[in-house]
Antibody
C-alpha cells in the first residue's frame, strides 16, 4: 500500500527539541522530493520544509529557518524533521507530503499525505 | 513571499447547488496552483493541480480555472460528502503558500 506514516509527536516544553519521522512505503521513495506541512489547531495549512531527492537541497519556511532541519534516509525510506528551540506557535499537526511527480526538481502539488503527528509545545 | 487570498472564508449551499471559491495571488504564479479538500480530522486531499487538472479519482463535479493571479474552484451539483474545508496552494516557488481556507457547509 502506498502510504506515509508520521511518528514522534508529543508534548514538549518551550525551548525544547523533538524529532519527527515519516516512514514511506509502496513507492520509490528515493525518486521523490519530500515535504513537511503543519496545521495549528483550528487554523490553516502552512508549508514547513522540503528536501530534494538526494538531500542536495533543503528549503524552509521563514518561521522555522535556523531552528528546524529536514533530512532523509533513502535506504530506510524515511524522512525526518529535527525541531529545536520550539515555541508555543509551533504547536500543530505535522504532515509529511509527497509531490505528484518523480524526479521533479521544481515545486509541485502534494498528492500523498500522511495522517499527521501532533506536536504540543507548552509549559 | 507570495500571499494567497481565498474567499469566501465560509459558504453555505444546498445539495445540488453550484459553488465557486476564489483564490487570488499577490503576484503572478502562472498556472502553478492546486486545490485541496480537508475533512475534519483528516489529512488534505489533492483535488486539482496545475490550475485545472483533475487528480485521479476525484469526481468530475470539481473543476478549476484561472491563471496568473486569479483562480477559481467550482463544485457543480454539491453533494453531502463535499462538506469540508478547501484550500488553494501556490507552488510557483518554494514558499508553497496556502490560502486561508473556505469552509463549505451544507444547508
Amino acid at each position: 500500500e502506498v502510504q506515509l506514516v508520521e511518528s514522534g509527536g508529543g508534548p514538549v516544553n518551550p525551548g525544547g527539541s523533538l524529532r519527527l519521522s515519516c516512514a514511506a512505503s509502496g513507492f520509490t521513495f528515493r525518486a521523490y522530493s519530500m515535504n513537511w506541512v503543519r496545521q495549528a489547531p483550528g487554523k490553516g495549512l502552512e508549508w514547513v520544509s522540503s528536501i530534494s531527492t538526494s538531500s542536495t537541497y533543503a528549503y524552509y519556511a521563514n518561521s522555522v529557518k535556523g531552528r528546524f532541519t529536514i533530512s532523509r534516509d533513502n535506504a530506510k525510506n524515511s524522512l525526518d524533521l529535527q525541531m529545536n528551540s520550539l515555541r508555543d506557535e509551533d504547536t500543530a499537526v505535522y504532515y509529511c507530503a509527497r509531490p505528484t511527480y518523480e524526479y521533479d526538481s521544481t515545486p509541485d502539488a502534494f498528492d500523498l499525505w500522511g495522517q499527521g503527528t501532533m506536536v504540543t509545545v507548552s509549559s | 513571499d507570495i500571499q494567497m487570498t481565498q474567499s469566501p472564508s465560509t459558504l453555505s449551499a444546498s445539495v445540488g447547488d453550484s459553488v465557486t471559491i476564489t483564490c487570488r495571488a499577490s503576484q503572478s504564479i502562472s498556472n502553478w496552483l492546486a486545490w485541496y479538500q480537508q475533512k475534519p480530522g483528516k489529512a488534505p486531499k489533492l483535488l486539482i493541480y496545475r490550475t485545472s487538472s483533475l487528480q485521479s479519482g476525484v469526481p468530475s463535479r470539481f473543476s478549476g480555472s484561472g491563471g496568473g493571479t486569479e483562480f477559481t474552484l467550482t463544485i457543480n451539483s454539491l453533494q453531502p460528502d463535499d462538506l469540508a474545508t478547501y484550500y488553494c496552494q501556490e507552488y510557483n516557488t518554494y514558499s508553497y503558500t496556502f490560502g486561508g481556507g473556505t469552509k463549505v457547509q451544507i444547508k
